[in-house]
């Protein structure tokens, strides 16, 4: 009966966590030698093209202004680029001052708010042929100065897809902190890490950029309610695109500040990528077999277990080990969760490293809890739209 139990379900579990940690090193120590796909601002660009920055916003009025009077001021001749800001649900006040500005506010009204429906709108409402490339940027995020001229030479070496930088605005509590790492470790592993590789970067959701017509097909063949930046990946991938990243490209993007928000986020995220893996998993092995590996690359990413669960099940089973005095349970998890932390450690840049005191892995044990209990949530996060608020700053999560 126990070796039913050991070939039928032990067995099969530990090959995938193992696999788990495997292919996190492999993409961190492999990050650690390169992976960007910039170009010197030195170089003269070959065409200055014509690009839309699209703003998704959902109830964003209290970061909106700030952020659409951050982009105004980036460093690209400023007739070369407008500013969209798809204005869902927002106050009249707020509309009132954004039309003030030098901008097209488009407004938009859906019986179910998402993102991917925002932009699709935007993008078919957009000029016909009068942009080269269209860029994303949430409603918090702040372009650097030097954004878009990076994004324009990228395109002069011929890439039609590509994602920049994306780092945290704000580290100003713990939760804000260990969200900025998350953030970091992201863009090592699954940006950075990938390009090292010979594989396309990931996209995000927000900082990056793309020809028009290869970023209106994939919108427009989206099927989920939340993540829709897997599923654009995907598509794009399987239209034969790969993905540039840019890490001297850097756009800011607030962090999240308290646990409940930080909770309900992961919800959403958990819940998007098992839709992603129920609907491409098929699609993902028969790329592999057609030679498209980024394709199927793309499906092996999104069959990681989000690094914080993975914490939480490697720590277990190492407790459990000493608890029962199992060597054997004790080695295989000690292995296991040696790889995960020196894959974090080797994806954390020293300046969020130097922000993290004794006191805030207090923060961090909440965090795991809270990423095992936001689980609970998944059927409605699959089933409705949680925007992640922006502008709220719990002072009680230092």
């Known amino acids: 009966m126990l070796s039913i139990i050991w070939y039928l379900f032990i067995m099969p579990i530990s090959i995938y966590l193992g696999l788990n940690v495997a292919y996190l090193l492999l993409c961190a120590i492999a990050g650690r030698w390169g992976g960007g796909d910039d170009v010197p601002l030195t170089q003269n660009p070959q065409k200055l093209r014509r690009i839309a920055v699209l703003i998704p916003a959902y109830k964003e009025d209290k970061v909106i202004i700030d952020s659409v009077e951050a982009n105004l001021q980036v460093d690209y001749p400023r007739e070369l680029f407008d500013l969209y800001v798809i204005a869902d649900s927002f106050l009249p006040t707020t509309l009132q001052t954004l039309k003030a500005l030098p901008i097209h506010v488009i407004e938009v009204f859906f019986e179910q708010s998402t993102v991917q429906k925002s932009i699709t709108f935007a993008l078919n409402q957009l000029p016909h042929n009068q942009y080269d490339i269209v860029a994303i940027s949430d409603a918090d995020n702040h372009m650097k100065p030097d954004f878009l001229r990076r994004i324009n030479l990228a395109f002069d ?65 989206l099927q989920t309610i939340g993540g829709y930046d897997k599923e654009l990946e995907m598509n794009l991938l399987l239209d034969g695109y790969k993905i540039a990243y840019l890490k001297d490209a850097y756009i800011l993007d607030e962090k999240v500040q308290n646990l409940a928000v ?99 892995f207090v923060t961090l044990f909440q965090l795991i809890f809270r990423m095992v209990r936001s689980l609970l949530n998944l059927n409605k996060a699959s089933k409705s739209f949680l925007p992640t608020p922006h502008g709220e700053v719990d002072t009680h999560a230092k």
């Open 262 to 360: 930080f909770e309900r986020q992961r919800s959403r995220w958990i819940a998007a990528q098992i839709h992603f893996i129920k609907f491409y998993f098929k699609t993902g092995i028969v790329e592999l077999f057609k030679g498209n590996v980024h394709a199927f690359n793309a499906l092996v990413k999104s069959l990681i277990v989000p690094r914080t669960l993975l914490l939480a099940i490697l720590g277990i089973g190492f407790l459990a080990g000493l608890v029962f005095l199992s060597l054997p349970t004790l080695t295989f998890f000690g292995i296991l969760l040696s790889g995960l932390v020196l894959s974090l450690v080797l994806s954390i840049p020293d300046y969020l490293l130097t922000k993290v005191s004794a006191k805030d």
């Open 157 to 221: 070496q011929g890439w039609q897809v590509v994602q920049g930088h994306r780092i945290a605005k704000n580290t100003n509590t713990s939760v804000a902190v260990f969200d900025a790492m998350n953030e970091e470790v992201n863009n090592h592993l699954f940006r950075k890490g990938q390009r090292a590789i010979g594989m396309s970067a990931s996209l995000i959701g927000s900082g990056m950029a793309f020809e028009p017509k290869a970023m209106i097909k994939g919108m427009n063949s």
